[in-house]
Structures are given as C-alpha cells and as structure tokens.
C-alpha cells in the first residue's frame, strides 16, 4: 500500500496546472484535422483499404483525438492545482523565440546571410542574459563559423541579400560566393 501512496505522491509532486488547458487544446487541434480530412487527401476508386491514401492518417487522427480527449477526461476528474494560467503564459512566453526565427527569415533575403547571422547571434546572446565581452565575442565567431560552414564549405545555396547589390563588384562578388 505504501508503494501506491509514494506513487500518488510522485505524480502529485509533477504534475503540472496547466495540464487542462493543454488537453483542451489537443483536443481541439486534433478534431479540427480530422474534420479536414476528407478534403485535404483523396480516394483511390478499387485500392484496398490499407492502401487508400487517407487510411493511415485517418487511423492516427483518429486515435489522436481519442486519446487527447482521454487526456481531457483525466484532467477534468484530478484535482486543481493553482498557478494554470500561470503556466499557459510561460508556454506562450516560449513562442518569443519562433518570432525571432520568423524576423530571422525574413531578413535574411533582404541583409544578407552574414550580417542577419551575426545580429541575430548577438542579439539572441544578448536577449538570453549574456552580457560580457568574452560571450558576445564567442557569438560573433559561432555565426561567423556557422555562415562559413554552409557556405563556403557546404556550398548550401542561401538566398543572396537585396543589400549586396549595393557593393561595388569585386566586394559583391565575393560576398555572394562566400557570405
């Protein structure tokens, strides 16, 4: 009996309040793409079941939805913990670093692939709490790195910056083969 009770404690002790708002969530996003199922894939007229194209993922959406609403059902029947919405706002917090990826993106066709790495990488450093001369300088040499790695030696074609065709040739040059 004893071992249950240090059971129920350990999944006390980590659980987390905003549990509900998440299983609402799945819930929701998992039915919403069962319900486009029939329009975003399609059915082979005389293929077997297993292989018609939209078999499989409606078999995971299905059981998505089921267990996402077993989910809902097992947060809906235990107990309340304070400090949900709590939670809810540190995973939204969470989202800061996709909109820097998006900034990123954008501004990597218009500045360049050198200049938007070696700002980004500062300025994340920055952001993240790095103040110190020795970090900033360790950031500017892994963007540095990262920009030579895939372009000079992975040779990854990455969109040339709308800036560079304001530098005279030679310089241009260069920095669309290399930068």
Request: hydrophobic share 55%; net charge positive; with cysteine.
């Amino acid at each position: 009996m004893s071992r249950v009770k240090t059971l129920q404690a350990l999944f006390k002790r980590y659980r987390r309040p905003g549990d509900i708002v998440f299983a609402w969530a799945l819930l929701a996003i998992s039915l919403f793409l069962l319900s486009q199922l029939f329009d975003q894939t399609a059915y082979k007229k005389g293929a077997k079941l297993f292989a018609q194209p939209r078999f499989w993922p409606a078999v995971s959406l299905a059981m998505m939805s089921v267990f996402a609403a077993f989910h809902l059902l097992g947060s809906l029947l235990s107990e309340r913990i304070d400090g949900r919405w709590r939670e809810v706002l540190l995973w939204c917090a969470s989202l800061e670093y996709a909109g820097w990826f998006i900034g990123y993106a954008l501004l990597v066709p218009v500045t360049g692939y050198l200049p938007t790495t070696v700002f980004f990488a500062l300025a994340l450093s920055l952001r993240a709490g790095y103040r110190s001369l020795m970090a900033l300088l360790s950031a500017l040499a892994a963007a540095i790195v990262i920009v030579l790695l895939f372009k000079t030696f992975l040779q990854v074609k990455l969109p040339a910056g709308l800036i560079y065709d304001y530098l005279p040739d030679g310089l241009r040059q260069i920095m669309l083969n290399y930068f």
